[in-house]
């Protein structure tokens, strides 16, 4: 029988381990396989030190014996009085089976936020929820207050003072920078939730911070990440994985527009060779575009976003809109965090005809009442171009259901002449998320982008 113990490490006796499985766990924790001697009734013992994840090492050692020593406070946590759906409550049931170490795959708009509000008032422990940035925590904060008002929680930064709430939001940068901080939330906190993983286990750093936080109960959230890559395995978060099925997806339409703009224009400020005639064509799509997007929000009940990644476009697209009545607001990295969840809140309040941002927005952030994204980014756009950034953005539409939202879900993909093959390479990504439909491309020889909308109906 090999024994181990579990706190923020798991430590084997290397004399307990036949070779074979020595060989195997060098080869599953490469990068991170330490060792440690120490003194036991004055014999020296070699131990194998591993990431506190002991699905893995149950998958090498099916009759390994762990004497799990972490701790967690508890908290009197106000009721969460609420309903899961279906699918959270299948989520729920494999979590449990795995003893809520594991990771849980689902898609944009599924209620992952929900979830981890239920889970933490039902079990009664601090929560950490970790995310990658800030504009992230900002957004978790908004559902926060949103959905459970009465929970209590706290933005952990470096002047902590060392007090848990029911939940406690920080960066893995700050966790990064701060391991005192890492101590004090270990054997304390009960219940881990990392959000978007596939953007955390990016860095190394990140990951042998997280191996430092010795946390019971451990959930890794992501929509995109891909459970099969080598890499990922080797990333030892958990050998449990939770995916989601039957999920009633929100429906969306790709509607793309070939719009007769001279190739010579570059929207993602590119290498024109005339930059005088590249300028006046940007200044003659901006006023298509405008008309366009005033086209859409005529009635005030379509929500619109615009998308761009270029703080100088969004500017400029801002200026010509509110010219023409479009109540727009930008979100971008010049804007202040704290007045992001403001923004999105008068803009489901009916302040704002329209939403101009870029990446700011792609992930975890609940745009609630949206129902169209205009992209306009050309060039480069590598959220545009790969399935995580593109499924992120396009989950944006997925927020609320069409109760509450009762326009259809769609994206119109602008495409300038000459550029139909970098649309195509984008098709292809479309068409490999669930639920989303790409219509055949609408050829016009206008530039005039309100016309090819009028005549669409």
């Given at each position: 029988?090999?024994?181990?113990?579990?706190?923020?490490?798991?430590?084997?006796?290397?004399?307990?381990?036949?070779?074979?499985?020595?060989?195997?766990?060098?080869?599953?924790?490469?990068?991170?396989?330490?060792?440690?001697?120490v003194q036991l009734h004055g014999v020296t013992e070699h131990l194998v030190i591993l990431p506190p994840n002991p699905s893995f090492v149950k998958e090498i050692i099916p009759d390994i014996e762990i004497k799990d020593i972490r701790k967690?406070?508890?908290?009197?946590?106000?009721?969460?009085?609420?309903?899961?759906?279906?699918?959270?409550?299948?989520?729920d049931k494999e979590l449990k089976e795995c003893e809520y170490d594991?990771?849980?795959?689902?898609?944009?708009?599924?209620?992952?936020?929900?979830?981890?509000?239920?889970?933490q008032a039902d079990m009664k422990v601090p929560a950490l929820y970790i995310a990658y940035q800030t504009t992230h925590i900002v957004n978790m904060e908004r559902d926060i207050s949103k959905h459970h008002p009465e929970c209590r929680y706290q933005r952990i930064t470096g002047d902590w003072d060392g007090e848990?709430?029911?939940?406690?939001?920080?960066?893995?940068?700050?966790?990064?920078?701060?391991?005192?901080?890492?101590?004090?939330?270990?054997n304390r906190a009960g219940l881990l939730f990392l959000d978007e993983l596939h953007l955390i286990l990016g860095g190394e750093q990140f990951r042998n911070t997280l191996y430092g936080l010795s946390i019971k109960y451990k959930i890794a959230l992501s929509a995109t990440i891909?459970?099969?890559?080598?890499?990922?395995?080797?990333?030892?978060?958990?050998?449990?994985?939770?995916?989601?099925?039957?999920?009633?997806i929100v429906p969306i339409i790709v509607i793309p527009i070939l719009l007769?703009?001279?190739?010579?224009?570059?929207?993602?400020?590119?290498n024109a060779t005339d930059k005088k005639r590249a300028y006046g064509m940007e200044k003659k799509f901006i006023r298509s575009l405008t008309d366009g997007v005033e086209h859409l929000v005529k009635d005030r009940k379509r929500h619109i976003m615009v998308y761009n990644d270029l703080n100088?476009?969004?500017?400029?697209?801002?200026?010509?809109?509110?010219?023409?009545?479009?109540?727009?607001?930008?979100?971008?990295n010049n804007t202040v965090k704290k007045d992001v969840p403001k923004i999105l809140s008068d803009f489901e309040d009916g302040l704002y005809?329209?939403?101009?941002?870029?990446?700011?927005?792609?992930?975890?952030?609940?745009?609630?009442?949206?129902?169209?994204?205009?992209?306009?980014?050309?060039?480069?756009?590598?959220?545009?171009?790969?399935?995580?950034?593109?499924?992120?953005?396009?989950?944006?539409?997925?927020?609320?259901?069409?109760?509450?939202?009762?326009?259809?879900?769609?994206?119109?993909?602008?495409i300038f002449s000459g550029m139909e093959n970098k649309f195509h390479s984008r098709k292809a990504v479309y068409e490999s998320i669930q639920g989303v439909k790409v219509l055949d491309i609408i050829e016009s020889k206008s530039t005039d982008f309100r016309y090819i909308l009028e005549r669409m109906g």
């Open positions: 029988m090999v024994k181990a113990i579990l706190d923020n490490k798991l430590r084997i006796k290397r004399s307990d381990l036949s070779r074979e499985q020595l060989n195997t766990i060098r080869e599953k924790f490469s990068f991170i396989i330490k060792g440690e001697s967690f406070e508890t908290i009197d946590s106000p009721d969460f009085d609420c309903t899961l759906r279906p699918h959270q409550e299948q989520w594991a990771i849980l795959k689902a898609p944009t708009s599924s209620g992952k936020s929900f979830y981890v509000l239920k889970k848990l709430k029911d939940i406690n939001l920080c960066t893995i940068q700050l966790l990064n920078k701060r391991p005192d901080i890492v101590e004090k939330l270990s891909d459970v099969k890559e080598k890499g990922f395995t080797k990333a030892a978060w958990s050998a449990n994985i939770v995916d989601t099925e039957d999920f009633n007769q703009f001279d190739p010579i224009f570059d929207i993602m400020g590119g100088e476009t969004q500017e400029a697209y801002k200026k010509v809109f509110e010219k023409k009545g479009i109540r727009s607001a930008v979100i971008n005809d329209s939403i101009i941002s870029g990446v700011m927005v792609r992930e975890s952030v609940s745009i609630y009442k949206l129902s169209v994204i205009v992209q306009t980014a050309q060039i480069d756009a590598s959220e545009f171009h790969n399935k995580n950034g593109l499924e992120q953005a396009t989950g944006r539409l997925r927020r609320l259901d069409e109760n509450i939202c009762p326009h259809k879900k769609v994206v119109i993909d602008l």
